[in-house]
T-cell receptor, first 111, second 119 residues
Framework: GQSLEQPSEVTAVEGAIVQINCTYQ??????LSWYQQHDGGAPTFLSY????GLEETGRFSSFLSRSDSYGYLLLQELQMKDSASYFC????????????FGSGTRLQVQP | GAGVSQSPSNKVTEKGKDVELRCDPI?????LYWYRQSLGQGLEFLIY????????KSGLPSDRFSAERTGGSVSTLTIQRTQQEDSAVYLC?????????????????FGPGTRLTVL
């Protein structure tokens, strides 16, 4: 089966940097995605890593180590609007392309 | 262009009744997914449609759940004889194409969800 682990909650202050880790177990791994979900909203795509290394998109970066089955999302220059839940998700060669999601990390940004 | 739309946005029903949830994917997207999210939890995969292929129903929790996709576009998720544990937000997502090795084309675009409450 597939499983993902990520911290349930993280708290940080405005302007700071926060890292949200994700470890996974899956077969036929294709890639690791990150989604953001504000309370009452739909998940929205943030980033995707298929290869080892760091992908940078503005204030957000995502890292993957396939050998360690590990990735993280790095958020820099935190803003209040970044308060949300962040989900890592794996896509794998199970014959379908649906994602398997972690249980989410709730990020609270404080002034 | 228009995103994924779902209806109704909220549905309150009595235990034992049947409900139908609708999803309109982004035009041209060949893949459509249904997920379920309980309060404070992650997303649980339910069913996946890709083009004209047989759907992957491996995530459906019981035979009370079924879904169809007509004309490769609109999808309906039906829950028969609803139970209180079916209460959740049901999310639909679509993506442009499945891809062969993963990548941005696998990005899933989510609708706003239908909040189902079974009394």
């Amino acid at each position: 089966g597939q499983s993902l682990e990520q911290p349930s909650e993280v708290t940080a202050v405005e302007g700071a940097i926060v890292q949200i880790n994700c470890t996974y177990q899956t077969s036929g791994f294709y890639g690791l995605s990150w989604y953001q979900q504000h309370d009452g909203g739909a998940p929205t795509f943030l980033s995707y890593n298929a290869l080892d290394g760091l992908e940078e998109t503005g204030r957000f970066s995502s890292f993957l180590s396939r050998s360690d089955s590990y990735g993280y999302l790095l958020l820099q220059e935190l803003q209040m609007k970044d308060s949300a839940s962040y989900f890592c998700a794996v896509s794998s060669g199970t014959g379908r392309r649906a994602l398997t999601f972690g249980s989410g990390t709730r990020l609270q940004v404080q002034p | 262009g228009a995103g994924v739309s779902q209806s109704p946005s909220n549905k309150v029903t009595e235990k034992g009744k049947d409900v139908e949830l609708r999803c309109d994917p982004i035009s041209g997207h060949t893949a459509l997914y249904w997920y379920r999210q309980s309060l404070g939890q992650g997303l649980e995969f339910l069913i996946y449609f890709q083009g004209n292929s047989a759907p992957d129903k491996s995530g459906l929790p019981s035979d009370r759940f079924s879904a169809e996709r007509t004309g490769g576009s609109v999808s309906t998720l039906t829950i028969q004889r609803t139970q209180q544990e079916d209460s959740a937000v049901y999310l639909c997502a679509s993506s442009p194409q499945p891809g062969t090795s993963g990548g941005p084309q696998d990005t899933q675009y989510f609708g706003p969800g239908t909040r189902l409450t079974v009394l």
